[in-house]
Each structure stands twice: as structure tokens, then as C-alpha cells.
């Protein structure tokens, strides 16, 4: 029951005889089954393309002089030749049967996993670099930092004079012997290093505090108190000055050796650390703890791990992961694919890291058997961190926000983990055990686990060799048999087991959390938005939504489509998409009705084209269509099968070639259709025949090898409409596929589309080009405020609202001046209600009422006007589908609207 639209092109030298055909044509419409029909007259961009065609052909034929008698042959091209060419190429792929089964499934998995691996060669440098980032971070942090400085000049003379001048108040309470020397001594000691002394009255510790000088300049201070024969010094430090202890001690004893030996007398007190042994001389196990460790490891690890949800947030952003759904793969396929690489790249960041543990003194978790228990904590690990951070992903808009955020995530609450384990453990008591129901809840954080995990390792690990080497760290340590023989995966509070444990049940549980929100989110969102929000909406707005769905004040063949899609059962209806009373409201400030009661039947081998302006309801229609937004009431149906009951089913039956282009730019154009090829399926053996196939129908073969990140913005259009193509799915949406494309790319594409639908499919299509709508589709919705306003073919409705001819002539006025003014007459005679709408140098142009001026009538009219007037040139046509498109789109109120 499809409706058959055709074109012939008339040669404008027979127009004398297009009387007689458009009259036959209209005496016999009844007969011949024509619904309508109408003319056009060629457009610029056909004249484009027959000259660039010719011009190709010329420069084919100086090119091949020698082979003038074929070459003579090829230069009558026929017209179709582009569609000719598109035609044999896709129906040479139309015959293959798809693999099913295991065979699908190892062949997406293997699909997915070339995706992966292709995304870390391609990016080579920023994986390398985060795995530089892990070891030297690392390596830096648990270095010795050794300056190059002469042994001599390491040590360090306890004197006042490296802190400049001072001030060294002191205050005496009683009198005695020991004080006067004291003071005369600590003066004659203070001269000589230029410091200041000041005695204090009163109480030296509020002098100390309160004075706003003391706190800059004040490193010592002294108190003497005189209690009979007995005398107290006391000595006062400043500890924000790093040596301020020792220097006090050592101008309290210089004082003291002077009022003993006199006042030449003399102590110098040196700071001189202990050498520092090199890495021959032995590990320093009794220096670090496992504590320490961790925290070193836990920003080298971060930057690593939190790369694993680059390309999964860039996929989900870009809607390439959505188009990869709708062709077919599972998630499984997907999600495991994607886990199995990433664990790879651990592994061997893993593998290098111990490498560095045996160059930063931690030879003891590399040695032996221990080498195997620190990797197996980091495979561990790993299969926790992945799948956290994929899941986690979710909640990002943007790749590398998603990185820098979660590095700082991670990081923090490494720290925050470590620092509140060190402080609950040396908290007793009850308060110790309410507290520790914090660690517990940090055991879902992976990065946690894993430094508890290497924490405990370590400390297990240095008390057993500090227990079992020649020279015991203290000689209070247990060194029982039970600790020296302690394995380190027991469940205690101080061993590994118990985070392991947690790692391994957490890891399972992200990953079922995963596949939780790919199969099962679209069934919450629909409860939630049809049966919660849309509920609570109808019952606030009866009125509303009672109007919307009488469908008062429609276009006549709107009402009509719904009532038969209403009246009929889906069987009769012979669909191979049915939209059923689709309404979609967005519960925002101000709420937001996008689309509002469409109904439409598309029919195999039907073309159906909605267009609208920005704002209209358009890409919202087409996100539900497509799976991507839930529908608030009404639903779609593609093959029979409800896309709201049944989402995993209808995506696999999708094409879908999205306004902003899902493609993966590190991939070249053969590299993603071969992946998509082994999404859908087609046997390996095919595949390269079968993608080839498919450039050439899209003239794509010249850019085959290169990198799409360089396409220009056509070439991505002609892509993403090839991958659309692919596959069998029943229906393919293009929403505005021939963006930015020059018009020999265009019309290749729309000869493509055309084979497509030819072959049984349905196309639904999106365009702000009238003329793309008008070449393609069989059917077309104008959409405004989410509505349907005209349901229709395009000749149909440039027939029903185009009530108006126009009419172009041009004539040689040189001769006679008079010659314009008597034709105008004679159209204003001819043709009643005829509007002058502009002239220009002997071009003249008329809308031309179609009332009563029938195809056969008009065109007798002008051959005679032409021979009695001398006319050089005339045209006559319908009204174009985009000026039927504007008389409806002036009429959508700019109000705040769903962005498309």
C-alpha cells in the first residue's frame, strides 16, 4: 500500500507538447491512479553536478586519447550513473547471511577488544606517561633525596648568630652569688655573638606570649629562681625554630662553664647527623612502615587507574557507545572486552612497579614466595578499581573532567583512609569500636583496600625478617612462632585477607552494578517518567492533557492517520514503525511538553521525513525513536515490538546516524566499519568485501586509511550515514545526514538512501533542506510546538497548501520597450489574481493562482505567449516544499522550549 513517487525528466525543448501530456495527464489522473503531481524546474545544484560530471569526463578522455572509440562510448553518461553505481554496491551486500550464536558473540567480543587496543596504540603517549607517572612518583617518594653538599658542611655549630639578632630575656626571683655570675656571664657570652639581653619583671611566660616583639625576635629565654641555698635554671625554647631546643641547652652549659673555669671558657656543641648508609650497606627495613608505603603509591596510582574511564565517559558522551548498542553488540561483550584490555595495561604497569620496588629498599615484598602474594594484591586490585571505575563514569558529562576529578577522588580518599586507620588504631575502648565503623564503610573504596592491603603486607613482612635476622630491631618485638609464621591472609583487623576479600566481592559487585544499569535502567526510567511523573502531571493538568489527546484542531490528514492507526489493529496496519499517541514532557521550570500526541504508520520501503525548526520536537522525537529518552505516554513500535516493553530487541533492528557525528576519531573510516561489521555479524571472510562495498557507495575509498579525527565535516556525514547503512537493521533514522556535504556528495548519499529503502527498509529522516526532503522522502510531517500541523508526500502537500504557480519569463526587451508592459497585460488577462512579485532587467516573476489554471492550460497559454511576445526563455513551476515549510514555521512561538 505504499504510495509510488517518480520522477521523469521532460527536455525543455518539447514544452510545445507539454499541453497535450499535462492535459491527458489530468483527463485520465482517475485512471492512471495518480494521487498528484507537479513541476519543478532544475536547480542550481543539478546544473552543478551535470558540469562537474562533464568536466570529469573530459579530463577522463584527454587522459585516455589512445582509447578514443571506448572513451567516445563513456562520455554519454547516463544521468543515473551515481545511483547505478551506489545500487550495485549495496545490493551486492544484501545477500549475506549474518553470523548468530557463539560465533556473533566471540566475533563483537574480539570487535570491542581491537577498539580497546587501537585506543591505547593510538594514544601511546598519554598511557606511557601515566605509567611513568606511577613508577617515578613512586621511586621519588621513597628515595633518599641526597644533596650535593661536602661532608664538612653537613655539620652544624649550635649558635645563635644563624638566626641573625635576637633578643634573650631572662628574669631572676631572689638574689644569690649564682645569679650575679650567671647574668654577667650570659651577658659577656651574648656581646660577643651581637645578641640582646633583657631582663623581664614580672612573669617571663606571659612576657614571652604577649609580647608582639618576643614572637619575631625571641629564640631562648632563661628563668633562675633563688630558693635558699638551692638554685633552678630553666631554659625556654622557641620550637618554631628548628634547632631551638640544642642551642638553648648549649648557652645554658656555656654560661655554666664559664662561672666554673672563667670567662674565656668555652663549649661548642656541633649537630653532625649520622652518615647516610648507601643502599649496599643494606635494607633499611626498621626506617619505613607499611603505612608509609601506601601513601607513597596512592597519587602514582590514581593518575593510573582513573584513566580506565577515558574512553568509556568520551563513548557514552559522543554517542558512539549508543550506535555501537543499536548495532547489535551485548553488553557483556562490551563491558568484559573493555575490562580484559584495561587489566592488561595494570598488569604490566604492575609488573614495572615491582621492578621499582627492588630499587626503593622494598626487596622484602619481591623476594621469593612474597613477590607472588604483592602481585596477586595488585591483580586483586585491579579487578576491584576497573569496574569502580567504570561505574562511577556514569556520573560525568566530560572525559577529562571525569580524569582530573577522579584522580583527585582517589587520592583523597587513599590519604583520608590511611589517616583515619592510624588514628583509630590508637583509639581504646568502646569509642574505638563505633569509630571503626568508619573503616568498615571506606572497605567499598578499592583504593583504600588496596593500601590497607600493601600496608599490612609490608609491616607482616618486616617483622618476620626483623624477628629472623642476626640483629633484632628491638628486644622487646613478639617474635613467637605464631608471628614469624603468621600467614598474611587471615581475616584480623592487622593482615590482608580481610580487604582482599573485600576487593574480590566489590569487584563483582561494580561489574553486576553495570550490567544492572545496561539492561535494566530503561525499565526504572520508563516506571519512573510514565507511571510517576506523568501521572502526577495528567492528574495536575486534566484539562491539558485531555485536549492533547482528542487531537482538537488538527490538520484533516493528521486526524486521519491517527484515527486509522486508533481504529485498525497493528496487523493491518502492514508498519514497519508505528508511532501510537507519542507524548513526551520534560518535568523542568517551566514543564516543557516536547512532543505532544503524534501518531504516524511508516510502511516498508516509505521514507518519512519530519521537519521542523530548532525547538520543534524534532530530536526529542528522534531520541525516543532511537531508545535514547523514555517516552512519557503513547509508544512506538518497530516490527511489532513495543520499544518500551522491549528496548533490547528494537535497538538491534536500528540504523541510526545521530546529528552530531558518534564516531571514534583515533580509528581510520575502514578500521570502525570493520568494527561495526563484526558487530552485525558478517562473516569474517565477507567483511573486508563487504566494507569496501560500502565506502564506494559513499565515494568514501580515498579516505579509507586516514584518521577521522582529520576529516572535514561532509566526510564525517557520509561515515556516519555508512555505518547506518550497515548491517540489515529494519529501520534506519538519519537525523540531518547531509550537513556540510557539497552537492555531488549529497546526491551520492541520497542515491544511497534511495537503494536502501528500495530494498525494503524504512528511512526516517530529519533535514533543515527542504530539497533533501523533497528528494527522498514519501512521506513527511511538518512539526510544530511538538506537534504534527501536516502529514503528507511532498507533492501532496505542495498540492493541498501551495495554491499559487509561479512563473518566470524572460524577455529581449531591446527591440520594443513596450514588449514587457503588454505581456504583463496579457498575464494580468490571462491569469486573474496573478501577482507581480518582482522584476529585473527584462526577468519578470509571477505567483500565478492554481485555481482553476490547470498544467494543460497554463502551458497552451505560454507556448502561444511565447511565439506572439518573442519570449527568450519561460518557466513555470509548483511552489516548493520549503515554502509550504515556512508558512507553517512562522506560526511556532519562540517560548522556552526543549534545546534540540
Known sequence: NVKITFRVLAPSPSSPRFKALFTEMEDRQEELGIASFGISITTMEEVFIRVSQSNNQILQTLKN??????????????????????????????????????????????????KRAMFSWRNWNLILLQILALLGIFYFLMSDVELSIGEEDLDREMDLEQYGQTIVPFSISGNSEFTTNFVKNLEILLKAKKQKLHEVKGDLKTYLVDSQKCIYSCIIAFSIEVNGNENTVNFWFNDEAYHSSPLS????????????????????????????????????????????????????????????????????????????????????????????WDFLIFFISCCLLLVVFTFSDLKILVTGYRLLDTLFIFMVFGWAVIPFMYLISFLFSSHTSAYAKLVIFNYCAGIFGAVADVTISSIQGEEAASKSLLLNAMMVLPIHNFGMSISRHYDIQHTKFACTSKEKVSSVMNCSKAVTERSIYTLEYDAVGRYL???????????????????????????????????????????????????ESEDEDVQNERNRILDNPQES???????????????????????????????????????????????????????????SSGDVFVERLSITKNILKVRSKIGYCPQFDALLDYMTAREIMIMYARLWGIPETKINNYVKKSMEALNLESYADKYIYTYS????????????????????????????????????????????????????ITSHSMEECDALCTKLAIMVKGKFVCLGSPQHLKNKFGNVYILKVKINI???????????????????????????????????????????????????????????????????????????????????????
Open 249 to 340: 641547652l648549649a648557652v645554658l652549659d656555656n654560661v655554666i662553664f664559664m662561672s666554673l673555669s672563667g670567662p674565656d671558657a668555652s663549649i661548642t656543641v656541633v649537630n653532625k647527623p649520622q652518615p647516610v648508609r648507601s643502599a649496599s650497606s643494606g635494607p633499611k627495613y626498621s626506617m619505613m612502615t607499611g603505612t608509609q608505603i601506601a601513601l607513597n603509591l596512592y597519587f602514582g596510582v590514581s593518575i593510573l587507574v582513573s584513566g580506565f574511564c577515558l574512553l568509556t565517559v568520551n563513548e557514552r558522551v559522543t554517542k558512539a557507545k549508543h550506535i555501537q548498542f543499536l548495532s547489535g553488540v551485548y553488553a557483556l561483550n562490551f563491558w568484559l572486552s573493555a575490562l580484559l
Open 713 to 764: 565535516g561532509g566526510n564525517k556525514r557520509r561515515l556516519s550515514t555508512a555505518i547506518a547503512l550497515m548491517g540489515k537493521p529494519s529501520v534506519i533514522f538519519l537525523d540531518e545526514p547531509s550537513t556540510g556535504m557539497d552537492p555531488v556528495a549529497r546526491r551520492l548519499l541520497w542515491n544511497a538512501v534511495t537503494q536502501t529503502r528500495e530494498s525494503g527498509k524504512a528511512i526516517i
Open 65 to 114: 586519447e589512445d582509447e578514443s572509440e571506448d572513451t567516445n562510448q563513456n562520455m554519454n553518461v547516463p544521468r543515473n550513473f551515481e545511483r547505478s553505481y551506489a545500487s550495485s554496491n549495496l545490493n551486492e551486500r544484501s545477500n549475506i547471511t549474518l553470523n548468530t550464536g557463539w560465533a556473533l558473540y566471540s566475533q563483537q567480543f574480539f570487535a570491542m577488544f581491537m
Open 501 to 551: 576479600l573485600a576487593m574480590a566481592v566489590t569487584g563483582l559487585l561494580f561489574l553486576l552494578l553495570i550490567f544492572l544499569l545496561e539492561t535494566t535502567l530503561w525499565k526504572v526510567k520508563t516506571f519512573v517518567f510514565r507511571y510517576i511523573l506523568f501521572g502526577i502531571f495528567k492528574k495536575s493538568n486534566k484539562d491539558r492533557v485531555s485536549k492533547e489527546l482528542s487531537g
Open 814 to 900: 531591446d527591440e520594443n520597450k513596450d514588449k514587457l508592459e503588454h505581456f504583463k497585460t496579457f498575464v494580468e488577462t490571462a491569469f486573474p489574481g496573478s501577482e507581480l512579485k518582482d522584476e529585473n532587467r527584462g526577468i519578470i516573476n509571477y505567483y500565478v493562482p492554481s485555481k482553476n489554471n490547470s498544467w494543460g492550460k497554463m502551458f497552451g497559454i505560454l507556448e502561444k505567449a511565447k511565439e506572439e511576445f518573442n519570449l527568450e526563455d519561460y518557466s513555470i513551476s509548483q511552489i516548493t516544499l520549503e515554502q509550504v515549510f515556512l508558512t507553517f514555521a512562522g506560526s511556532q512561538n519562540p517560548e522556552v522550549e526543549k534545546k534540540e
Open 573 to 631: 496496519l502492514n508498519s514497519i514503525v508505528l508511532i501510537k499517541e507519542l507524548i513526551k514532557v520534560y518535568f523542568s521550570k517551566p514543564v516543557v511538553l516536547a512532543v505532544r500526541n503524534i501518531s504516524v504508520a511508516i510502511q516498508k520501503q516509505e521514507c518519512f521525513g519530519l521537519l521542523g525548526l530548532n525547538g520543534a520536537g524534532k530530536t526529542t522525537t528522534f531520541e525516543i525513536l532511537t531508545g535514547e529518552e523514555v517516552a
